[in-house]
Nanobody, 118 residues
Framework: QVQLVESGGGLVPPGGSLRLSCAASGNIIRINDMGWYRQAPGKQRELVASITSGRSANYVDSVKGRFTISRDGTKNAVYLQMNNLQPEDTAVYYC????????????WGQGTQVTVSS
């Protein structure tokens, strides 16, 4: 069975930083694309950042220059370094990965709350 477990969320003031982590466990054969989504109350879930197996990264315009996505293949993990956080970044953040395993497909983490407030 495959599971994605997130950590790193919390409460920070504007301008602060957080680093989100998401580790995949289980009998994983391969992980293809990975990404981070977020959903604020009353808003649609949006893709914040994605990274391919070749380490090519893409970001939504609102976080470019502030967020950095990375991955560690040996740990089956994906990270999101978030700097200069602003109140509009407040949301539940979810990691996502396309995983080749006994049951292959898209997998989601449980979500971690990020709150930016003074």
């Amino acid at each position: 069975q495959v599971q994605l477990v997130e950590s790193g969320g919390g409460l920070v003031p504007p301008g602060g930083s957080l680093r989100l982590s998401c580790a995949a466990s289980g009998n994983i054969i391969r992980i293809n694309d990975m990404g981070w989504y977020r959903q604020a109350p009353g808003k649609q879930r949006e893709l914040v950042a994605s990274i391919t197996s070749g380490r090519s990264a893409n970001y939504v315009d609102s976080v470019k220059g502030r967020f950095t996505i990375s991955r560690d293949g040996t740990k089956n993990a994906v990270y999101l370094q978030m700097n200069n956080l602003q109140p509009e970044d407040t949301a539940v953040y979810y990691c996502n990965a396309h995983i080749i395993a006994g049951v292959s497909g898209g997998y989601w983490g449980q979500g971690t709350q990020v709150t930016v407030s003074s």
